[in-house]
């Protein structure tokens, strides 16, 4: 487990590396997201304080604009049953949960929206209900759990862990990557799912190398424009599919040495 639990570690850190070399000065200095990213909720405006305290082996922190210290519930967006949007429910009244043993509790800054959340919004996979939606999510670590040193408490975390459709969210420690300053936090958020997913492809599913010939498919999505990217860091000649001129012309300047579209002008599907 912590040969594996390394292993994330090193590949969320991995793929900040390489996004953030894919950035000019004056667009990290922005740091604004671009149109395609994913959407993004939550956005508290207090900042650490102090630190206190509290019973359990627990370590605190008082935030500005609250009374003096973390409160006692949260705003988030729960499932009861499964569904269509409609069954979202935007609550106020949920309890803010404690970090267990190797935990974080993150105050939420960002969270990104996944596929992935439709899926199990509509049952298609499986869970315990009721629950916290979201996959992703990034802010400031403002208590930890036994067995994590206080020290980690003020930094800003992305992270991968279920339950970021809210204001806080207990994060298991492996789980989560400090983001350097030269990188955006919104932008570290959207990394976490589409970011590993493309680190995965291009290192482990197959290790790409100089000489390799990469296809990739909706180059033009979020996941897409990433394993372009890595795909050409890492020597590959890359081959970009996308659906339209428009996310053909970005995966070109994604650095796809090949770029191609699905469907014609008038939406017809291009003979191969």
């Known amino acids: 487990m912590a040969s594996s639990n390394g292993r994330l570690r090193s590949a969320m850190l991995r793929t900040l590396s390489v996004w953030r070399s894919s950035l000019t000065e004056a667009a990290v200095g922005h740091g604004g997201p671009s149109p395609g990213w994913n959407a993004l909720m939550f956005r508290p405006t207090g900042r650490v304080q102090r630190r206190w305290r509290a019973g359990g082996g627990l370590t605190r922190s008082a935030v500005s604009g609250s009374s003096s210290s973390i409160p006692t519930v949260m705003r988030a967006v729960r499932v009861h049953e499964v569904g269509d949007a409609s069954k979202l429910r935007y609550e106020c009244d949920v309890p803010i949960p404690v970090p267990g043993k190797g935990e974080l509790l993150v105050k939420n800054m960002f969270s990104g929206l996944n596929y992935h959340d439709t899926y199990t919004r509509s049952g298609l996979y499986p869970r315990p209900l009721p629950l916290t939606l979201g996959t992703e999510g990034g802010g400031t670590v403002v208590a930890v759990g036994e067995g994590v040193p206080p020290g980690h408490v003020g930094e800003r975390v992305a992270y991968l862990a279920e339950g970021s459709y809210a204001e806080y969210t207990a994060v298991p420690l492996h789980r989560a990557v400090r983001v350097p300053r030269v990188v955006g936090l919104r932008h570290a958020t959207t990394l976490m799912v589409q970011g590993l997913t493309a680190h995965y492809l291009t290192k482990s599913t197959f290790p790409l190398s100089p000489g390799d010939v990469c296809l990739v498919h909706a180059a033009g999505g ?38 191609l579209v699905y469907r014609d002008a008038e939406g017809g599907v291009v003979p191969w």
Do not use: C, F, N, P
């Not at 424009?225 to 795909?231: P, T």
């Not at 590959?236 to 001129?245: D, E, I, N, P």
């Open 222 to 259: 979020g996941t897409g424009s990433l394993v372009v990217q890595m795909a050409k860091q890492l020597g590959a000649t890359v081959v970009a599919l996308s659906g339209s001129v428009a996310k053909a012309e970005a995966a070109k300047r994604h650095g796809a040495d090949h770029s």
